[in-house]
């Protein structure tokens, strides 16, 4: 039995859930998301709440999916009502970011600035060397922000690079002078 999936999810007001041809969609004040179920998964609204079950077929790992369907189902309405973001600081001398138009400009100390573009859904915001990555889209805000990281992934000996704001870089030791 998945543990996660047993749990119930609360639909908040303003949110509604629908479930047609193994697809579920949420619809709130920020927006639509749409997820296709394709495990023999059953779901049951009621007024307020969303109840999941794994159906009666013989499936292997069906309690997996179980729990998994539960925790898609329940970001899709937490980001519909309250949205999610990541944030990402820019360490180094001469690093930079600027925002131009709804993209990023990113000089990194590479010969040339590294242009990203905002998905659809996708927001960024910037503060001096810091940037946000937001939507309604856990998965996307996610990818997102990863792949900016990856354009530079801070290293080891003087912490320069992109990194999350709440990631703590282990710094290694340089090389010691000869006497």
């Known amino acids: 039995m998945s543990r996660v999936g ?36 059953h779901i049951e609204i009621t007024e307020n709440e969303v109840f999941i079950t794994p159906g009666t077929e013989k499936v292997k790992n069906i ?5 998994l369907y539960r925790a898609l189902i329940q970001n899709m309405i937490l980001g519909v009502t309250q949205g999610f973001e990541k944030k990402l600081k820019i360490e180094g001398i001469g690093y930079r970011v600027s925002q131009q138009g ?22 960024f915001s910037v503060e001096k060397n810091v940037i946000t990555v937001s939507g309604i889209d856990k998965a996307l805000v996610g990818q997102v922000a990863a792949d900016i990281r990856a354009k530079r992934p801070p290293e080891p000996y003087k912490g320069k690079g992109v990194r999350y704001a709440d990631e703590v870089v282990r710094m290694k030791v340089g090389k010691k002078a000869g006497s």
Do not use: C, M
């Open 102 to 123: 709804s993209g990023l400009t990113l000089n990194l100390g590479y010969s040339h600035p590294i242009e990203v573009p905002a998905p659809d859904g996708i927001t």
């Open 6 to 41: 047993k749990k119930s999810i609360t639909i908040p007001q303003g949110v509604t859930v629908s479930v047609a041809n193994s697809v579920v969609e949420v619809k709130g004040p920020k927006g639509t998301l749409n997820q296709s179920i394709d495990r023999p998964i």
């Open 63 to 67: 309690n997996a999916f179980w729990g």
